[in-house]
């Protein structure tokens, strides 16, 4: 059977003066899993879910989280929920274990301060100030503070941007973690690799509108047969290069990268090694692979997430 | 309420363990205390202190027939003089040196009284003397003035000009009692009332200390209201809290409790260095002076308030305290007297809540006379409290916009 719906958003509408920041979006995320907003920075991500987490109101739509409906989010609401902000800071000559201290203060049952700090793997640093902190820790003091309430809902509005590869993996593993225990994540993001490694639903926004949404294999498999091949090619000109567009069912350079789409791999693997010895060039980190989300979102707006 | 106190706590530890805020808030006004309570602390103490004096005497060659002119003179010589062994004297006088030009002697001196080298120039006009030996024969006649010039920057020049103006009524008992007009013995006594001369002496720094602690609330409300509002705003640290339950009304609590706890802390840090490092003898623990204490902190920061709501970034707010601090406190009569300015700085010290809680603060010690009705004294701030609470409350965003 399938889970029940923990959160649920119908025609979400916001404006900035003109800018139609989210325009009608609906969608809904399932108890126990992790719901992913990808899309490329100013898609309306971070507005969907400042509406969502109560510190924005939106213009029209509704709102359904724990059974009830609602134009906005309560207190109530808020004391069930846990929120990590994409830019959120801390006072930074605050100890460790007082920003805990403070934030579960805020809560009606917050779970012991020690229990959240190992959680987070920061029980050695509960005594130094917030300034000291590197970057991934003051990141997982931020998950740390969003989980003092032991919250059903969870929020991570692009939860790793800026962090090292190590920090990185270190979030992703509190966020599997979380899922394991039977939280509900709603994350936003616009690394594809952690919207595939993490999400149970994607969804696409862009333009304040949702593209499209399913699981990752879902949406991946939209392209049905075809398999992508990549290579550098910095040394070479346009020219030379687009002799390779009629061997391919799609063709893209970006940047020093050649992204080849094809649907018959073989047949498009020799003529591109035939074309590589005519032109005496070498096929440097060359790369078959499957689609993935970033392709799809490229398919579909013709730009890429990290533009 | 564990939010509302751990908010205060914040608050306070932010402050004090911040460098730079802990400068401004503890150091620097006990630096001023230490500064300013060095420099005339021991003004008035008769044997310690010395003020540098000139008396230019234009009376010197004309006729006085008593010889008014060289009285005054004698006087002052005595000032002079040691009067007890081992002792300075009060005065350190100035004279033109024989056969210098009097009115090239006076410019000189003036330049210097200008130049902070004099506290006062004390000139004895031509015809001084026969103009008292005319006003004593006939009551009608008007006097020939002794000119005192003084320097309105100086506090030494202030405190001199308390001194020579003693001198100059027990030099003028004197002359009534010589022409025979004026019965010492049926006289109100007037007690010449030297500056920490007697036993219930008023000391500078009594005078000084809570001028100093106003200052302390008066720069905590101005710079650190706004500066932890709109710095945490703008780092996005009030949008962490946003996100809990916890509620604008609850943070208000908070800092204002965390903020006032500060003010407390400041308080017994000055009075402490006052009382034992400088003797102050002043006590606070009065119900006029504790309530004062407290619609001072209360006033300077809703004052903080107002400006961080008026202003759109941190810096901007840092910018606007900056632009009213200097003018509010020296416009106020804290560190000064305020009397002799233009009208157009007196309407900014009649205005300027600080003006009304230093002379409140000083009048429930009673170390200076009340300046202002009990009511304006009372109402002016609380006329700034509720301004600032009206317009922050319209006007202040607590969360950054997009």
């Known amino acids: 059977m399938a889970k029940s719906a923990l959160l649920r958003v119908s025609d979400l509408v916001k404006h900035y003066g003109d800018v139609r920041a989210v325009d009608g979006i609906s969608f809904e995320a399932r108890t126990s899993s992790v719901f992913t907003l990808l899309g490329p920075n100013g898609a309306g991500k971070t507005t969907t879910l400042e509406i969502l987490e109560g510190i924005r109101e939106p213009d029209s739509g509704e709102i359904e989280v724990f059974d009830v409906r609602l134009k906005r989010i309560t207190r109530a609401v808020k004391q069930r929920m846990g929120v990590l902000l994409q830019d959120g800071g801390f006072e930074p000559y605050l100890k460790v274990r007082e920003v805990m201290r403070l934030f579960a203060s805020f809560f009606e049952s917050p779970v012991p301060i020690d229990e959240v700090l190992s959680q987070v793997a920061l029980t050695d640093k509960a005594g130094a100030l917030v300034r000291t902190l590197s970057g991934g820790q003051k990141q997982r003091l931020a998950v740390g503070a969003a989980l003092v309430n032991d919250p059903e809902l969870i929020f991570l509005d692009e939860p790793t941007t800026g962090l090292d590869p190590q920090a990185r993996r270190n979030i992703w593993s509190i966020v599997s973690d979380l899922k394991g225990r039977g939280k509900t994540i709603i994350l936003t993001t616009h690394y594809m690799e952690e919207a595939e490694a993490l999400s149970d639903w994607v969804c696409i926004l862009d333009h304040g509108t949702i593209i499209a949404q399913g699981t990752p294999r879902e949406l991946t498999q939209d392209f049905g047969e075809e398999t992508m091949i990549e290579f550098r090619a910095d040394e070479l000109g346009s020219g030379a290069l687009e002799a390779l567009r009629s061997c391919c069912k799609d063709f893209r350079i970006d940047g020093a990268t050649v992204t080849m789409e094809t649907e018959d791999l073989p047949a498009t693997m020799e003529s591109l090694f035939a074309w590589s010895r005519e032109q005496d060039v070498s096929l440097r980190n060359l790369i078959v692979r499957q689609p993935n989300l970033e392709d799809v979102f490229l398919s579909l707006t013709g730009r890429r997430l990290r533009e | ?402």
Not at chain 2, 145 to 159: C, F, H, K, Q
């Open chain 2, 1 to 402: 309420m564990n939010d509302v106190f751990l908010l205060a706590r914040t608050y306070v530890a932010t402050a004090i363990r911040e460098r730079v805020t802990l400068f401004w808030f503890l150091i620097f006004p006990v630096f001023l205390l230490v500064v300013l309570a060095l420099i005339f602390g021991r003004v008035g103490q008769e044997g310690e202190i010395n003020f540098d004096v000139a008396l230019v005497n234009q009376d010197a060659g004309s006729s006085d027939p008593v010889g008014f002119a060289a009285m005054v003179v004698d006087v002052f010589d005595g000032l002079a003089k040691p009067q007890v062994e081992r002792q300075e004297p009060l005065f350190t006088l100035h004279r033109a040196d024989q056969g210098e030009d009097p009115a090239e002697f006076l410019d000189h001196e003036l330049t210097s009284l200008r130049r902070g080298r004099r506290a006062a120039v004390i000139v004895i006009p031509e015809g001084f003397g026969s103009s008292v030996f005319g006003q004593m024969a006939s009551s009608e006649s008007e006097g020939t003035p002794l000119i005192v010039y003084m320097s309105g920057t100086s506090v030494a020049s202030e405190m001199a000009a308390e001194i020579v103006g003693q001198v100059l009524s027990g030099i003028d008992r004197e002359i009534l009692v010589r022409a025979g007009r004026f019965d010492p013995a049926d006289a109100v006594t007037a007690e010449t009332v030297w500056l920490g001369g007697g036993d219930d002496e008023t000391l500078y720094v009594d005078f000084l200390l809570p001028g100093m602690i106003l200052m302390g609330f008066f720069v905590n409300g101005l710079f650190g209201v706004p500066g932890a509002i709109l710095f945490n705003r703008d780092r996005r640290i009030l949008r962490r809290y946003w996100v809990t339950p916890v509620s604008v009304p609850r943070y208000l609590a908070g800092f204002s409790l965390g903020h006032l706890a500060l003010c407390g802390i400041q308080f017994v840090f000055l009075f402490l260095l006052g009382r034992y490092a400088f003797g102050a003898t002043v006590s606070f623990a009065q119900p006029a002076a504790l309530l004062t204490l407290i619609l001072g902190a209360v006033t300077f920061m809703a004052f903080g308030f107002l400006i961080a709501a008026l202003a759109r970034t941190a810096n901007a707010g840092m910018a606007t305290a900056n632009i009213l601090n200097m003018p509010m406190m020296f416009l106020s009569g804290m560190f000064f007297p305020i009397t002799g300015l233009p009208a157009f700085l007196k309407a900014i010290v009649y205005v300027n809540p600080v003006s009304y809680l230093v002379n409140g603060l000083r009048v429930s010690l009673g170390v200076e006379s009340a300046a202002f009705s009990p009511a304006l004294a009372i109402g002016v701030p609380l006329g700034w409290i509720a301004l600032s609470a009206l317009v922050a409350s319209r006007k202040l965003k607590w969360d950054v916009e997009r």
